[in-house]
């Protein structure tokens, strides 16, 4: 007959019991803690999240699909963008992550003006849900922008059907992008050194650098005034002519240079804005989609 | 029957609770062994794993000092003064205040912000008013008054640091009169006013760098200044106007205007490196006074 004292200490025991064995083996094999890590992330040592992830406790999480998730979000957030895809990219498909991960993935490229790559994962991506279509629709037109593809870029928006107001607000900052980048007039560079041939300067007028223009004009006009001084003064021949010469041939043909070379700075300046935007503007809806 | 039900249940919970708090334990004793093998990086998310598994508040705090310790081995002074910041150091004891504070102004020290580590050092003096407790602190507060060129306050801490010494009467007479040659007034470091230095090189150029000690920059700036406008006016003089002007005088601006920006970069170079030289004697003194004040010879 066991009576209830003896009952007691046998579940105390059990409990203990399981409870040393559960802390030993707990102490042996610390595994991948996912909790922790999480906790990492959401806090902001990401560094330190990498570093569980990457470590052997994690290895054969290789391909577990939340490790490869946050890995991707803790790189994107630590601006390494290709390690960031990398890791989305081992995202599988049947996982609930697949979507963020993929579209994520693909904004990474298009960042990292891997525009064909980019193009290619959300061409892709398998989307269930309207709003994901919607979504895939308008990252590939904000990519066919990148690309300078306006036909394109406007076939995409007219497969676009949506009713949410935070989208519609960003398909309208595409197409204003659109049309900035129809009403926008390339400079050329061979004009612009053309220019300063005829009057120093005047090419990086053209090339709406005004104050850096005048002060180009009066350098050069003023080595040019001192060649032209002791040519008529010590002649042709004289060390100091030559030497100032010299100096005005090189400044001459350096502001010519400079002219072609600003344009060429004007247009990129032109495209960095433009992929700026436009890739702000592919984000929003990325963000609301994904952090509701 | 019944009973037995409760009697299970808070078996059940008690027996979570011990894991939780073993686990945290071994986390923390984990992390210190990290850190005892100057894996810094590695230590700093072991102790933040133990805070995370930790309950008991205290045991927090200590954790997130490890953690700072670890994160001030790394050079990241920014890190390790926001672990200590996240310390209520209102509700915490005595002793572990003193800690907490000492690396609160160790690190802002480092960070090179004179003024946070001068405001944390008077947070302690505030809280532990005539006591020999912040006896500690002096050193750290020396250093930061002679960044701050306040010599009389550093010499008066300096004192009071020596009488409260365990040293006899004569090791601390002669300490002191190693502390007073040292804030004499000729050996303290010179203050170069950068507005003066920039002045003089208006006037004259070069003077400036010769003014901060840099005699042969100032010398040589000098002289690329007088040939230049030498040749500027003689070109005017004979008639070579353009030249003269674009040549000579625009040359001769540049070098001008750039000696005068010298001179003033130079005095903050200078008076960095004075400080620097002057803290390091310090240092020398403080070693050789706190080996003789711990030493059992005395």
Sequence with gaps: MVTELTRKILIASIFFISASFLRTFSQNTPGCDMRFINHLFRTGYLEEALFLLDSKDCSSFQMNDSVNYLRGRSYLLLNRLESSSESFLKVAPTSSLYPESYFYAAYNYAQTDNLIKAEGILEKIEVEPQNHLWLKNYEIAGIKLLQGDLISFNERLDKIENDLPETDASTINLMNISAEINSHKSKSPVLAGLLSVIIPGSGKFYAGRKGEAISTFLSTAGTGLVTWENYRKNGLNDYRTIAFGAIFALSYLANIYGSAFSVTVLENDFKEHVKTEVLFNMHIPLNSFFNK | ?298
Excluded at chain 2, 32 to 60: C, M
Excluded at chain 2, 173 to 191: C, I
Aim: hydrophobic content about 40%.
């Design chain 2, 1 to 298: 029957m019944l009973k037995l039900r409760y009697f299970s249940t808070c078996i059940f919970l008690l027996t979570l609770f011990s894991i939780n708090r073993i686990c945290a334990s071994d986390y923390f004793s984990n992390a210190k062994k990290i850190y005892s093998e100057g894996k810094f990086f590695e230590a700093s998310i072991e102790f933040e794993r133990a805070i995370y598994y930790e309950s008991d508040s205290n045991r927090i705090a200590l954790c997130k000092y490890y953690k700072s310790l670890c994160y001030k081995e790394l050079g990241e002074y920014d890190k390790a003064l926001e672990e200590l910041r996240k310390v209520n150091m209102e509700s915490v004891p005595d002793s572990i205040f003193l800690v907490f504070s000492y690396e609160q102004v160790l690190c802002s020290y480092l960070k090179e912000d004179l003024n946070q580590a001068l405001f944390n050092i008077d947070k302690v003096y505030l809280r532990f008013k005539d006591t020999l407790k912040i006896l500690e602190f002096l050193p750290l507060n020396i250093i930061c008054l002679n960044s701050c060129r306040e010599w009389d306050n550093a010499l008066i801490l300096w004192n009071y640091y020596i009488d409260n010494s365990r040293l006899n009467d004569s090791v601390k007479r002669s300490f002191k009169q190693e502390v007073y040659r040292l804030y004499d007034k000729k050996n303290v470091p010179r203050f170069y006013f950068a507005n003066k230095a920039e002045n003089l090189s208006t006037f004259l150029p070069g003077s400036g760098q010769i003014y901060c000690g840099a005699v042969l920059e100032g010398l040589f700036n000098m002289s690329i200044n007088g040939t230049l406008l030498y040749y500027a006016f003689s070109q005017l003089y004979n008639q070579f106007y353009c030249t003269g002007y674009f040549v000579g005088l625009k040359l001769f601006n540049k070098f001008y205007a750039g000696g005068i920006r010298r001179a003033k970069s130079l005095t903050e170079e200078k008076n960095q490196k004075g400080i620097k030289a002057f803290n390091v004697k310090n240092s020398n003194i403080m070693n050789r006074f706190y080996i003789v004040n711990t030493s059992p010879n005395r």
